[in-house]
């Protein structure tokens, strides 16, 4: 299993980011995905997840209207789709699948959202 984050960089506040996450390695139809983030000094924490089709979504409080994570399965690519970002979003942004009751994760893409 391979999940290799991208997209990441400098962003003004207000600004936008699209982050991808290729996957490779497992049937990647079969399986929700997720994205977490971990800011400076802080605890890793769920920003949001897609069910295997794609047809449901969650999102944490504080990324809901903003963010948007979507999947092509044709791709074996997960999304995350950032809006409206805010100098507190600045983290390493992680992909994160659940294979077969086993977590993996991705390397990260750092977000830093600053003027």
């Known amino acids: 299993v391979q999940l290799v984050e991208s997209g990441g960089g400098l962003v003004q506040p207000g600004g936008s980011l699209r982050l991808s996450c290729a996957a490779s390695?497992?049937?990647?139809?079969?399986?929700?995905m997720s994205w977490y983030r971990q800011a400076p000094g802080k605890e890793r924490e769920l920003v949001a997840g897609i069910s295997y089709t794609g047809g449901s979504t969650w999102y944490a409080d504080s990324m809901k209207g903003r963010f948007t994570i979507s999947r092509d399965n044709a791709k074996n690519t997960v999304y995350l789709q950032m809006n409206s970002l805010k100098p507190e979003d600045t983290a390493v942004y992680y992909c994160?699948?659940?294979?077969?009751?086993?977590?993996?994760w991705g390397k990260g893409t750092l977000v830093t959202v600053s003027t």
């Open positions: 390695g497992f049937t990647f139809s079969s399986y929700a």
């Open positions: 994160k699948g659940r294979i077969l009751g086993m977590d993996y």
